[in-house]
């Protein structure tokens, strides 16, 4: 760095540019378009009539720009037997998301709340054996669990969608409260039982209110990963209840004939439309979710 | 402090659930597939023993033979490029560069949106007729092949570029995390003695990021294994077998082909691999002390 450079001030004394400065501009600029490629085609895509998808301008810009194939994909693409649009699949997944993300950080916290400040006899036996599970594949479950819930006679229903996500998102919310809790100081803990607080109540009253970055936190989570799953979806809600994601992969997947590839893309962009929202909404609660929620597969 | 018989039974009332799911889910529903992995159990499931017979037909059976080869050729591509290229974006991230928190945006969003969605979108990228073969072409390389996608010879490559792109951006935040957690007076020292920064990177960076390494390698060979979503959407598995992998070999023999022994099999072999890929780390970490 030369002499004058030290005089600039201090906003624009960041690094000058030089070859191997330019270099790393090159390989971000370039990297970067190859993870917006598909978001940018996505979009285009989906603006376009299918006379100019025909001329295979994929990268083109939209001549005459539309939104046609965003309503036809909202209120009439078909599933293969049913013509209502994707919207059906978004009611769905809204009705499944809401009571599966509140239930599974309820149960989460509450359990990860036992095995941090309670010394229950076992628990960290339990909660080591819940770390462990978490790898497990689900084909491994689903067969068994399918027959246990036709069992207990709920079949596939929304009901069961709700408890299975709640089971497989148990390791990870335990995991989060319970790091969280174990990290907060004790002394809070036994002034509290020493005021003769009990169990329910100190998780309700202390607890729990300051918890809320990790509520935080697990609510992207939970959100971003039942909104995206599609197996457990596909074979536990039940044909009434199908999610966003089973839908539109019969929507593109099982057409006959001349694929309708702007629809296509405008529902898979509408299918996206909620992570993309959390994940730029949340920003770096995203990135702290990834690092808490980690040791899930 | 000593628990009342109150406060331990608000305890165990409010671990029953993980109690429960433990037992029953996790011991119970995987102790139930290995059984049954056992039996000659078709349609419906019975107990009628049959020793290893069903890994004999799984050893014998070309879709499955099929499937553990694509998952290796995914799996051994899948892990090192996703590694390698979310460590060098970490790092070009790291060079105090502006815009950072833009640029980790575009690096990272695809890891928001699902397998589905992401299998999607890159079907139609990499359809030969409109996408970007068509596109090379009418950029005037008339040769360009990029018809990958529909030869079964090359159609795993595809969901290989889906899943570096989807996955990427994971292990680059987890690198970055890395990174900013090396010591300040490593850089001095290694500017003091004149060191070329790639060399301080290669030599001593690099070593010192093990455990940034190790978690990325786990995450991304669990996701490895469970590896279903993707080929469903991009390829339903095709051309013919060609994009077929283990989870979705599973999930067809017990829902479609009604062939539940093989099915279980399959999974029960499934098993073995996470607990080969899982096992030594769980040692090493806990080994470094504590879960966390």
Wanted: charged letters at 10%.
């Amino acid at each position: 760095m030369t002499a004058a450079a030290q005089f600039l001030p201090a906003a624009r004394r960041s690094k000058r540019m030089n070859p191997a400065r330019w270099g790393l501009y090159a390989f971000i600029f370039i990297t970067a378009l190859y993870f917006l490629l598909p978001l940018y085609v996505m979009v285009v895509t989906s603006l376009k009539p299918m006379a100019e998808i025909r001329q295979g301008n994929l990268l083109a810009l939209p001549m005459s720009p539309s939104v046609d194939a965003w309503v036809k994909a909202w209120t009439s693409a078909c599933t293969g037997l049913t013509c209502q649009g994707i919207r059906i699949g978004f009611f769905n997944s809204v009705r499944i998301l809401v009571p599966s993300v509140a239930i599974s950080i309820l149960v989460g916290s509450l359990t990860g709340y036992a095995l941090s400040l309670w010394r229950v006899r076992g628990a960290n036996i339990l909660f080591g054996a819940m770390m462990v599970v978490a790898f497990i594949p689900y084909q491994l479950f689903i067969y068994p669990l399918v027959r246990v819930f036709s069992f207990a006679g709920l079949g596939q229903s929304l009901l069961t969608i709700v408890i299975i996500h709640t089971i497989f998102g148990l390791p990870t919310m335990t995991l989060l409260f319970r790091n969280y809790f174990a990290s907060l100081p004790v002394e809070l803990f036994k002034a509290a039982r020493v005021d003769g607080a009990g169990f329910y109540q100190i998780y309700a009253r202390i607890m729990m209110p300051m918890a809320t970055p990790m509520v935080v936190v697990a609510v992207i989570l939970q959100t971003t990963g039942i909104w995206n799953d599609f197996i457990l979806g596909l074979v536990f809600a039940g044909r009434d209840n199908l999610p966003m994601t089973v839908q539109l992969n019969n929507i593109v997947n099982s057409t006959q004939g001349e694929r309708a590839y702007n629809v296509d893309m405008a529902a898979t962009l509408l299918t996206a439309l909620l992570p993309l929202a959390v994940y730029f909404g949340s920003g770096r609660w995203f990135v702290r979710g990834i690092a808490a929620g980690a040791v899930k597969g | 402090m000593r628990l009342s018989l109150n406060s331990r039974l608000s305890a165990f009332s409010a671990l029953l659930p993980a109690l429960l799911v433990m037992l029953v889910v996790y011991v119970g529903a995987t102790s139930w597939t290995v059984w049954m992995s056992l039996t000659n159990s078709r349609m419906l499931p019975n107990n009628n023993f049959v020793g290893l017979r069903q890994y004999e037909m799984l050893l014998g059976n070309d879709r499955w033979i099929t499937s553990v080869h694509n998952i290796v050729i995914y799996g051994v591509l899948l892990v090192s490029l996703a590694l390698v290229v979310g460590f060098l974006l970490a790092v070009a991230i790291d060079q105090r560069v502006r815009a950072e928190d833009t640029i980790r945006s575009i690096y990272l969003y695809p890891y928001s949106m699902s397998f589905i969605v992401t299998g999607l979108v890159w079907q139609w990228l990499l359809n030969p007729t409109l996408g970007i073969q068509h596109v090379l072409r009418s950029w005037g390389f008339e040769g360009a092949t990029f018809d990958w996608i529909v030869r079964p010879e090359t159609a795993i490559y595809c969901l290989v570029i889906a899943g570096v792109w989807q996955a990427s951006g994971l292990v680059m935040a987890i690198m970055l995390a890395g990174l900013r957690g090396v010591d300040e007076e490593i850089w001095k020292a290694a500017r003091v003695d004149g060191l070329p920064k790639w060399r301080v990177y290669v030599s001593i960076i690099v070593p010192m990021m093990g455990a940034s390494f190790a978690t990325a390698a786990v995450l991304l060979s669990t996701g490895v294994v469970r590896l279903y979503d993707l080929s469903v959407s991009m390829t339903n598995g095709g051309p013919g077998i060609a994009s077929e992998v283990p989870a979705k070999f599973v999930m067809d023999h017990l829902f479609e082909r009604a062939n539940i022994g093989l099915a279980t099999a399959a999974a029960t072999t499934m098993l073995i691999t996470v607990i080969a890929v899982v096992a030594p780390y769980l040692y090493w970490r806990a080994r470094k002390g504590g879960m966390r």
